[in-house]
Nanobody
Framework: QVQLVESGGGLVQPGGSLRLSCAAS????????MRWYRQAPEKQREFVAA???????NYADSVKGRFTISRDNAKNTVYLQMNNLKPEDTAVYYC??????????WGQGTQVTVSS
């Protein structure tokens, strides 16, 4: 069982920045595919970004050029740097950890609100 704890959400004005963190409780964090998803009110959860165990990244078109995913295996943590935030980025952001067929784990989510 892997526990994921997100932090770093909050209220920010349009054009602002936030950095989300997701700390994982596992000794083999470096082996996991790590992903960020988000869910806005009355919408389905959607993919935001992913980083593989070897550092290959992938992004949703809606966040390319504005968001950056990274990981620090020494700290068992994955980050999501979000720049030039827009009101449509408002959502609960969830961290997800996947290790092949062994399981998929989710954090509790952190709220990001972009509003003036």
């Amino acid at each position: 069982q892997v526990q994921l704890v997100e932090s770093g959400g909050g209220l920010v004005q349009p054009g602002g920045s936030l950095r989300l963190s997701c700390a994982a409780s596992t000794s083999n964090f470096n082996m996991y595919l790590m992903r960020w998803y988000r869910q806005a009110p009355e919408k389905q959860r959607e993919f935001v970004a992913a980083i593989s165990s070897v550092g290959i990244t992938n992004y949703a078109d809606s966040v390319k050029g504005r968001f950056t995913i990274s990981r620090d295996n020494a700290k068992n943590t994955v980050y999501l740097q979000m720049n030039n935030l827009k009101p449509e980025d408002t959502a609960v952001y969830y961290c997800n950890a996947v290790l092949g067929g062994l399981g998929s784990y989710w954090g509790q989510g952190t709220q990001v609100t972009v509003s003036s």
